[in-house]
């Protein structure tokens, strides 16, 4: 879904979220169109901070994610093992084939041509399955999380959400550091009553679109922190040097719900 605003009756501005499929199919790729988008923000929010009190039920989840990632990596190593052994048993064939070149002369030449122009078509298909798959794998490693690094992403935002609780279009532009992706089910939207699903990242990322936001509300976080310690006042280029890291890890984070209404 796509941010949206529009005026309502009485020249009143309000903000809501618009499902470009739904638009699109008039609704009958998904029927939500329309969704409000300060009730969407505030039960993303409000998961947020229920999230940060319940440690366990991170652990859990980032868990079972880990497990789900390792049986995944275990069988893309089996087939990558398969593909390399087949590469190895090409190659050998292929210099068995010069060697056969060698020792035959041109007499055999067409024969010995084809053999290795088919020998050579395989191979490339081969390297480049070879290289697939190990692309895959290192993106299933990197999706490999911890609790630890999650549980501190989410007291980031906690952190963060009381500095700027006050500020709600602060809050909404650093969501997306946190938040991968918000899936709405609508039970009943006359009553409100629904759920959502909420796949959070591992780290809020320092680059991207909202870097400069991402980065202001840093600083404004450790200054705060830095005053409330009693610490004398470090430049903006101090603090920024020292914030530049992202939190977390590379991982894509994990799912959870939250029920509406």
Excluded at 31 to 41: F, G, Q, R, S, V
Aim: glycine content about 8%; aromatic content about 6%; some cysteine.
């Amino acid at each position: 879904m796509v941010p949206k605003s529009g005026t309502g009756r009485g020249g009143k501005n309000y903000a809501y979220y618009l499902c470009v499929k739904a638009d699109k199919t008039k609704g009958i790729d998904c029927a939500e169109i329309y969704l409000p988008a300060e009730a969407m923000d505030n039960a993303v929010v409000e998961f947020l901070k229920i999230l940060r009190l319940q440690p366990d039920v991170i652990e859990k989840v980032v868990g079972k994610a880990n497990q789900a990632t390792y049986s995944r990596l275990e069988q893309l190593q089996k087939d990558l093992d398969q593909v390399r052994e087949r590469l190895k048993d090409l190659r050998t064939k292929t210099a068995n084939l010069v060697d056969v070149l060698t020792d035959k002369g041109v007499s055999q030449l067409q024969v010995v041509k084809a053999k290795l122009e088919g020998l050579d078509h395989e191979e490339k298909e081969l390297a480049l399955e070879e290289k697939r798959l190990d692309q895959e794998m290192r993106a299933e490693k990197a999706q490999a999380g911890t609790a630890h690094h999650q549980i501190q992403s989410i007291n980031l935002f906690g952190d963060l959400f009381r500095l700027n609780k006050n500020r709600p279009e602060k809050i909404k532009a650093i969501l997306p550091r946190f938040v991968n992706f918000v899936v709405c089910h609508m039970a009943d939207k006359q009553k409100g009553i629904g759920r959502l699903d909420i796949g959070l990242f591992g780290k809020p990322f320092v680059g991207g679109g909202n870097a400069e936001v991402w980065n202001q509300a840093l600083q404004e976080l450790a200054g705060h922190y830095n005053k409330a310690m009693g610490e004398p006042k470090k430049s903006k280029a101090s603090v920024s040097s020292e914030l530049a890291a992202p939190c977390g890890t590379d991982c894509r984070g994990f799912a959870g719900e939250e029920h509406m209404g």
